[in-house]
């Protein structure tokens, strides 16, 4: 698995998306604003179009977008559940043992959260691609992908973006007085990149099987 090719596609990709093309740059904030029109720019990425898709057809996309975060939250509700339970035996509990439940709850939530992440990364990818509500829930038909990509590939790989990501965020969020702006400026950017990065993830399984 060659990482550092994905990296560097995948900031090509955002470089070719966003590098002056301001308007649309600044289109795409607004879409991420109005967040059903992003996550169907989103998905065109998680199609497979390269190069990048120009901002088009608004409907299908807010549409798009609208299925896309259904999808998402269903995928989010086992997170929310543990959260919620964690939430409310931290406040039960007896005073000497807050903090432990804290720390216990925030592990339970994490672990939780990164199980669904590695399902919903893929699971994400196949609605978008083929269209279905049963396809984002065919785990059989996830897992196999994920088998072909190589768990511990596909594992790793998630991990990468989302630690690089982090500390480019954390990074420029410490910059005084504008980091918090230009965190918000680089929203798209951040978003494409992710897109793009779990595509050729995905990709991966269908190049080993050709």
């Known amino acids: 698995m060659n990482y550092a090719q994905m990296f560097e596609d995948s900031f090509e990709y955002v470089k070719d998306a966003l590098w002056g093309k301001w308007v649309k740059w600044l289109l795409l904030i607004v879409c991420v604003i109005i967040f059903p029109l992003f996550l169907g720019y989103v998905m065109e990425i998680l199609r497979g179009k390269k190069p990048s898709?120009?901002?088009e057809n608004w409907?299908?996309?807010?549409i798009d977008g609208l299925k896309f975060f259904v999808v998402a939250i269903i995928y989010a509700i086992p997170v929310l559940l543990v959260l919620g339970i964690s939430v409310g035996v931290t406040?039960?509990?007896n005073p000497g043992a807050i903090?432990?439940?804290?720390?216990?709850?925030a592990f339970l939530v994490f672990v939780v959260a990164f199980l669904v992440l590695i399902i919903a990364s893929i699971a994400l990818v196949r609605f978008s691609r083929l269209q279905s509500f049963g396809e984002a829930f065919n785990f059989a038909a996830i897992f196999e992908h994920i088998r072909r990509i190589g768990w511990g590939n596909y594992?790793?790989?998630l991990l990468l973006?989302?630690?690089a990501l982090a500390v480019v965020n954390f990074i420029i969020s410490n910059i005084p007085l504008v980091g918090g702006v230009l965190n918000f400026v680089l929203n798209p950017a951040y978003g494409i990149f992710f897109a793009r990065f779990i595509t050729l993830l995905y990709e991966t399984a269908e190049r080993i099987t050709a």
């Open 53 to 55: 898709p120009e901002l």
């Open 59 to 62: 409907s299908k996309l807010f």
């Open 91 to 93: 406040i039960l509990a």
């Open 99 to 105: 903090f432990s439940g804290i720390i216990l709850g």
């Open 155 to 157: 594992i790793v790989g």
């Open 161 to 163: 973006v989302y630690v």
